[in-house]
């Protein structure tokens, strides 16, 4: 299914009004891509330039043309769960304290084997990078 945005004269200038106001680039990507879909760019160019799946462009042109902007501009997201490391937190604490040199790969085979958890080692890296979990002295 195609999702067509066809924006009239005043919605494209409110477009560029807001794309001035926004200070957020996940905001930004949005908007950009609303303006990029008018332009009759397909949706698989339009994740090349964005950097985001062609899924969640699909995801947000759906919302725009349901919501309208303040929709697509809103960032509540009720349907994603947390990560499935977050249980574990306290255990991979620990696990570098009991294992001053270990390996992040050590991490990921251990969360494997000991706590039943399987992740991509950029993956788990990302994670405990944002959770501040990542030793400065582990190696990659």
């Known amino acids: 299914m195609s999702h067509k945005v ?26 950009l891509t609303i303006s990029l879909r008018h332009f009759g760019y397909k949706i698989k160019d339009i994740s090349a330039v964005v950097g985001v799946s062609e899924r969640t462009i699909t995801k947000w042109i759906k919302l725009y043309l349901e919501e309208g902007l303040d929709g697509l501009l809103e960032q509540h997201y009720p349907e994603n769960r947390g990560s499935k490391l977050f249980p574990h ?11 001053p040199n270990a390996t992040l790969q050590q991490l990921q085979t251990w969360l494997a084997t000991a706590r039943q958890v399987e992740v991509e080692y950029s993956w788990l890296y ?7 979990l990542l030793r400065n002295s582990t190696e990659t």
């Not at 937190?89 to 294992?99: L, M, S």
């Not at 990302?126 to 501040?132: A, F, I, P, S």
């Open 6 to 31: 066809r924006l009239s004269l005043e919605e494209a200038y409110l477009l560029a009004d807001r794309m001035k106001q926004v200070s957020s680039k996940k905001l930004s990507r949005r908007l």
């Open 126 to 132: 990302r994670y405990l990078e944002r959770n501040d």
């Open 89 to 99: 937190q306290q255990a991979i604490r620990q696990f570098w304290v009991e294992h």
